[in-house]
């Protein structure tokens, strides 16, 4: 489904990040993946290479508009073109989640809402200068249940989601006349991530249940009464990449199996 796409993957080392690395290769894209440090990223590379894919890794920080500038100038130099730009960043959010709004410090309740919409606006900015030559391109991020419904203790996490659903939107209106769609995926918690375990932890804590039977709650609320998987993303993640989805622009995919209405 996307043969010979050109793929740039920032935050790639993630659960998020590898797993659409993974799937954007096996169908057939050729793979520029970053991440803040090398090593991890690298791995994801070598692993996808092994496997009979194309990719390379390369130490990009997301936030530094002058870094990303110079990587797509290289990758516009060995590959020609940039097709996908996906934004699969996440950080920490030991100190961001679990406490209330009340007791929040403002640096960190700013945090996430700076670093979620700076990273989505200069990757997707920046690819998008290039995209417009060709007048195609697909620029993607993902975001979570928060940006549409209020949990406890999330902080600046809620504000951030929506903040980067709302630049999906704009993004769009401005750069679909130039053959460029923007879509995001917006899956349930999945299980295994570091990411869930820091979102679910400490509200599981304050509700005097496990990680374990916590998860089994929010498995409750959806439809199928289960999570999401990684894979689950990573396959609706090939499918908006390619051009199969060459009506869907402006939206973020609602892969919440039923736990938010449209
Ligand atoms: N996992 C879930 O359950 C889930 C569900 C819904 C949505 N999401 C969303 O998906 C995104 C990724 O989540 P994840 O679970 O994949 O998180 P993750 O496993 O913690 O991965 C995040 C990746 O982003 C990298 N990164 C952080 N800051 C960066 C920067 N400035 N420049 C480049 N790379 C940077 C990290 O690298 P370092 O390790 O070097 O810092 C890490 O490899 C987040 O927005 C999260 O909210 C996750």
Do not use: C
């Not at 704009?170 to 130039?178: D, G, Y």
């Not at 995001?184 to 299980?191: A, E, K």
């Amino acid at each position: 489904m996307l043969k010979d796409k050109v793929a740039v993957i920032y935050g790639a080392a993630g659960a998020v990040g590898g797993a659409v690395a993974r799937a954007f290769a096996s169908e057939g894209a050729k793979l520029f993946l970053t991440g803040r440090r090398l090593a991890p990223v690298a791995a994801v590379a070598e692993d996808i290479v092994s496997a009979g894919g194309s990719a390379e890794a390369a130490q990009v920080d997301a936030l530094d508009e002058q870094a990303i500038d110079r990587y797509l100038q290289s990758v516009i130099a060995k590959a020609g073109r940039v097709d996908i730009s996906f934004d699969a960043v996440g950080i920490p959010g030991t100190k961001l989640l679990g406490v209330p709004l009340v007791e929040l410090d403002l640096e960190q309740f700013s945090l996430p809402i700076t670093t979620y919409t700076t990273s989505y606006f200069l990757t997707a900015r920046l690819a998008a200068r290039r995209m417009v030559a060709n007048e195609s391109g697909v620029i993607m991020t993902v975001t979570t249940l928060q940006s549409r419904t209020g949990f406890p203790t999330a902080g600046g996490f809620g504000p951030a989601m929506a903040a980067r659903e709302a630049l999906t939107r704009e993004l769009s209106a401005e750069l679909a006349p130039h053959g460029i769609r923007v879509v995001g995926l917006r899956p349930q918690g999945i299980p295994g991530t570091d990411s869930l375990k820091e979102a679910f932890e400490p509200r599981a804590k304050a509700s005097g249940m496990t990680l374990e039977q916590f998860e089994e709650l929010g498995a409750s609320r959806t439809h199928p009464r289960r999570l999401s998987t990684l894979a689950d993303l990573a396959n609706t993640a090939v499918f908006m990449a390619s051009d199969k989805a060459s009506g869907m622009t402006g939206t973020t995919v609602n892969l919440s199996m039923g736990t938010l209405d449209d």
